[in-house]
């Protein structure tokens, strides 16, 4: 049973563009969501987060939105530049005993310039 | 400040043999989780520790096994290898428990034959 869902495997978006990654979620107990990009070869690297009392947050190019209501979350990236190139990871934090993180699958970005 | 390393970071086995792999944290680090990542299922959690302790384990079978140092450095263990346990394991390391934000190393790639 996945918790946590990202939907689509791949996107591709033109540079400049706005890039828009989604990701579902079933547990209404989780209190904390990251994003991480994870580039090939490499570990995945932290990008952004949101604690669950807020509904955006923040950093630059990237800005990271919760919908409680429909357990959703997005990323959006603008304007997304070919750099941004990587398989991008949301993340939910659990409360109590099960304070672990738990993954979607993935999204890969492809910018094309 | 070096980042996370984990050793080796390519390893083959056959079935049935067992293997360990090492993850180094971040000097200051006192946390470290270990992720099994397998193509289209995300990153699943494997466990966690801090100051030696286990936290908390992920839902897999008793052949994963994990230890930590009083330097916080970390070994899992898998005995009795499967085909399926061939995968990208990660560790990451934070200051603390609680996974605000995680660093993680490289990975290593097991491959089952």
């Known amino acids: 049973d996945q918790q946590v869902k990202q939907n689509s495997p791949s996107l591709s978006v033109q540079e400049g563009r706005i890039s828009i990654l989604n990701c579902d979620y079933t547990?209404?107990?989780?209190?904390?969501f990251l994003w991480y990009k994870k580039y090939p070869a490499e570990g995945p690297t932290f990008l952004i987060s949101?604690?669950?009392?807020?509904d955006k947050n923040e950093d630059g190019r990237f800005t990271v939105f919760l919908n409680k209501s429909a357990k959703h979350l997005s990323l959006h990236i603008v304007p997304s530049q070919p750099g941004d190139s990587a398989v991008y990871f949301c993340a939910a934090r659990g409360t109590g005993s099960a304070r672990q993180l738990t993954f979607g699958s993935g999204t890969q970005l492809t910018v094309l310039p | 400040k070096a980042g996370v390393t984990q050793t080796p970071r390519y390893l083959i086995k056959t079935r049935g043999q067992q293997v360990t792999l090492s993850c180094s944290p971040i000097?200051?680090?006192?946390?470290v989780s270990w992720y099994q990542q397998t193509p289209g299922q995300g990153l699943q959690f494997l466990f966690e520790y801090f100051s030696e302790t286990q936290r908390n384990k992920g839902n897999f079978p008793g052949r994963f096994s994990g230890r930590q140092f009083s330097n916080s450095r970390s070994e899992m263990n898998v005995s009795t290898l499967e085909l399926g346990d061939s995968a990208l394991y990660l560790c990451?390391?934070?200051?603390?428990?609680?996974?605000?934000?995680?660093?993680f190393g490289p990975g290593t790639r097991l491959t089952v034959l």
């Open positions: 949101i604690s669950s009392i807020k």
């Open positions: 990451a390391s934070g200051l603390g428990a609680g996974y605000n934000e995680q660093f």
């Open positions: 000097s200051g680090h006192r946390s």
């Open positions: 547990n209404s107990m989780f209190d904390y």
